[in-house]
């Protein structure tokens, strides 16, 4: 368990909780929570209502479909994730579908789509690690993603797992605390930088 004593009070503890392992056990996800995941993806807000998020994903137990999309990981991912009770690719369209003109809020939306899920998976007792180590060319050709359409990030979900279940490569991090950058790196009022 990620030591997280170093995160602001006052903080939603879901938000709080949330991390992003390397370990997981084996244990399958039933089909009822992954459904409730999923429904809280879903349900994200996105603009026109669009709803561009797709999710291409395979248990573990789909030997042929987790496979497949474990290789469109970079190596370092392909590592961990393995061990992934799911794993999955998240899929952007990128046209309206009223009108076919470019959604330019397309990935930002399915950004949402997955925050929503993280936060339901830290709800129901699972991880979520999303990666952008993955091959957007190799996710269109494996996964048969049509033209319009783009594989925006990989994720892994699961329980977790013990540390030392992972190469030592990975170990020191997922002891290690999270840091962030503080609010007034990231925060400007009325221009950029002020």
């Known amino acids: 368990m990620k030591n997280n004593t170093n995160r602001p009070n006052g903080l939603q503890p879901l938000i709080h909780q949330r991390w992003s392992p390397r370990a997981f ?80 809020w397309a990935r930002y939306d399915t950004g949402q789509a997955m ?21 957007p060319e190799a996710c269109l050709k494996v996964l048969g993603i049509p033209e319009g359409y ?11 797992g013990e540390p030392m279940t992972l190469d030592p490569q990975f170990q020191t991090g997922e002891v290690a605390l999270s840091e962030r950058k503080p609010l007034s790196d990231l925060v400007f009022h009325a221009k950029f930088g002020a």
């Not at 807000?45 to 669009?50: F, G, I, L, V």
């Not at 290789?71 to 952007?92: C, D, H, M, Y």
């Not at 929503?116 to 999303?130: D, I, N, P, T």
């Open 25 to 104: 056990t084996s244990q399958a996800i039933e089909p009822a929570v992954l459904e409730r995941l999923l429904e809280a993806a879903r349900w994200a807000p996105s603009c026109y209502n669009e709803q561009p998020w797709r999710f291409v994903i395979a248990h573990a137990s789909d030997t042929e479909g987790f496979a497949g999309i474990l290789s469109t990981l970079v190596p370092f991912n392909q590592a961990w994730a393995k061990s992934a009770a799911l794993l999955g690719i998240a899929v952007a369209k990128l046209a309206f579908t009223n009108n076919g003109k470019p959604n330019d």
């Open 115 to 135: 925050a929503q899920l993280a936060l339901q998976a830290e709800y129901e007792g699972l991880k979520v690690h999303q990666m952008g180590g993955y091959d």
């Open 150 to 160: 783009v594989a925006a990030a990989a994720f892994a979900i699961g329980y977790e």
